[in-house]
């Protein structure tokens, strides 16, 4: 038997194998089938206790007295499945899992015998959990320990994963005795509904408005958007999904980083980086002019740049997305200023994506302001659970003159 850590994988010698998930309180446990997308093809392959079966996978509830579970039968399960996600969420409306930290346990279904077990660490408001998955890599069924949580219950996750979450129309008032048919009211405005299935939570506030011009991001809290319309110009906080024609950004990307001394300033040298971070926010390693290659060289830097002079890019980081290791969820590109010039001090300062291949720039973030620090946190990219990643333009500024000071704010930045 093996303790699973967050990212950890084993191979899977049965073809069947059983998840029970338990904790001190009763949880609802489900599992997802997914595609190549990351996305299930139908609400039919959402498997929970009121849709206890589906090709492969099958749900088993212990009644409270023993755990949940979903058994994965990889030789039955349908072409193009590649993954099975297994979730858990307490029972209790709104409860979290602050306190009350849930442990899967991997068991052949046949034998019985247990594989492994895994307790996701650190948790806190989480109301909902991808515990572990079921996926298929080289022809290779194996089993991987997740731990990622979400603060909007089973909702959030069913939504995240392509399932559609509709709430039951609402009935139409009823007339008074002896007086005028009452008409039907008009429909409730839009929301993010919730299902009955899923615990009969509070429906979301309505959804923002749609998405600003093709060339911009949309206004905080209108939501994401993707590639499909041409470059994003980012601003602050905001946020862009790597997707290009219903299909994942999974090639190599280059971050360009620049900047021009402000007007009538000396040379300033600044130090690009990235830091790459696990599912728990742990830092797994550093990228800078002092360490070119990283992730086993999936993350390579271009050198350093002394003066900031010249047109273009300063500084280069290329990620090749499709070969980061599968515990690598979050990476975060900074800027420092190791002989202690200020940000005040700087001007143009820029970071942009772009695709490695065709030199297209997909990304780009200016900017604006600028601070008295050392360092500051340009943007962030973050790997989501259906497989595609997300930018954010950060633009935060920190006291710190090296990659090595970045290391705690941009953990708490992802």
């Excluded at 084993?10 to 595609?35: E, F, I, Y």
């Excluded at 599912?279 to 086993?296: A, E, M, V």
């Excluded at 633009?395 to 705690?408: D, I, L, N």
């Amino acid at each position: 038997m093996t303790a699973m850590t967050p990212g950890s994988n084993l191979p899977l010698n049965t073809v069947r194998v059983t998840v029970d998930v338990a904790a001190p309180v009763r949880l609802d446990v489900s599992g997802l089938l997914l595609a190549a997308d990351g996305k299930v093809r139908s609400d039919a392959d959402f498997i929970f206790f009121n849709q206890p079966a589906g090709p492969g996978v099958s749900y088993r509830s212990g009644g409270g007295t023993t755990p949940d579970s979903i058994t994965v039968d990889t030789a039955a399960l349908p072409p193009g499945i590649e993954r099975i996600v297994i979730t858990a969420s307490p029972d209790a409306a709104g409860q979290s899992f602050q306190g009350i930290e849930p442990t899967a346990t991997v068991r052949d279904a046949v034998g019985g015998s247990v594989i492994a077990t895994f307790t996701p660490p650190q948790l806190g408001t989480e109301t909902a959990l991808v515990v572990v998955e079921v996926y298929q890599r080289g022809g290779v069924w194996k089993v991987r320990a997740v731990g990622q949580g979400y603060a909007n219950g089973l909702a959030g996750i069913a939504t995240d994963f392509g399932v559609s979450v509709e709430d039951e129309p609402a009935p139409a008032p009823v007339a008074a005795p002896a007086a005028p048919p009452v008409p039907p009211a008009p429909p409730a405005p839009p929301v993010h509904p919730v299902s009955p299935w899923l615990g009969g939570q509070t429906p979301a506030a309505p959804p923002a408005p749609a998405p600003a011009p093709a060339a911009q991001a949309p206004a905080p809290g209108a939501g994401k958007i993707n590639l499909d319309k041409g470059r994003v110009n980012l601003q602050k906080n905001q946020t862009v999904s790597l997707v290009k024609g219903g299909r994942p950004l999974l090639s190599q990307v280059k971050m360009g980083l620049g900047w021009e001394p402000a007007f009538g300033g000396r040379d300033i040298d600044l130090d690009a980086s990235v830091i790459a971070y696990g599912p728990q926010r742990n830092h797994i390693d550093s990228c800078y002019f002092g360490k070119l290659s990283i992730l086993g060289g999936s993350v390579k830097h271009s050198g350093d740049n002394l003066t900031g002079e010249g047109a273009g890019d300063d500084e280069v980081i290329v990620v090749d997305l499709g070969r980061l290791p599968a515990d690598t969820t979050g990476l975060v590109f900074t800027v420092n200023s190791f002989s202690g010039q200020k940000f005040s001090e700087v001007a143009k300062a820029y970071c942009r994506l772009i695709d490695a291949a065709s030199g297209e720039e997909l990304v780009r973030f200016d900017l604006t302001g600028a601070e008295p620090q050392t360092g500051v946190m340009m943007a962030k990219l973050i790997k989501q659970f259906s497989g595609e990643w997300e930018m954010t333009a950060i633009g935060e500024f920190v006291k710190s003159r090296t990659v090595r000071g970045m290391v705690k704010p941009a953990a708490q930045a992802l």
